[in-house]
């Protein structure tokens, strides 16, 4: 049996909680990267770019991790 998975009654395999666990931490990992990539490219006036992938960012956090979209790098506002 693969690491990570175990059999129920059924005799399916089922991912573990620990191996879900990983999984979750690596997408947040990703969105943070994600998060500096787009803030990057906006600070170096690559807006284009930046407002793709702040456009696809919104897509994941909201098809895949039903989360609530951020605002794209455009919209935000300075905090000083």
């Known amino acids: 049996m693969a690491r990570g998975t175990s059999k129920d ?6 991912v ?3 191996e879900m666990e990983r999984y979750r931490e690596a997408a947040e990992d990703l969105m943070q990267q994600l998060d500096w990539c ?3 490219l906006h600070g170096i006036r690559k807006s284009e770019v930046s407002t793709v992938l702040a456009k696809n960012r919104a ?3 909201k ?3 039903n989360k609530p979209e951020q605002p794209l790098p455009a919209e935000e506002t300075d905090e000083t």
């Not at 009654?9 to 089922?14: F, K, N, P």
């Open 9 to 14: 009654d059924d005799g399916d395999d089922r």
């Open 16 to 18: 573990s909680r620990d």
């Open 38 to 40: 787009i803030g990057y």
């Open 59 to 61: 897509h994941i956090r």
């Open 63 to 65: 098809r895949l991790l």
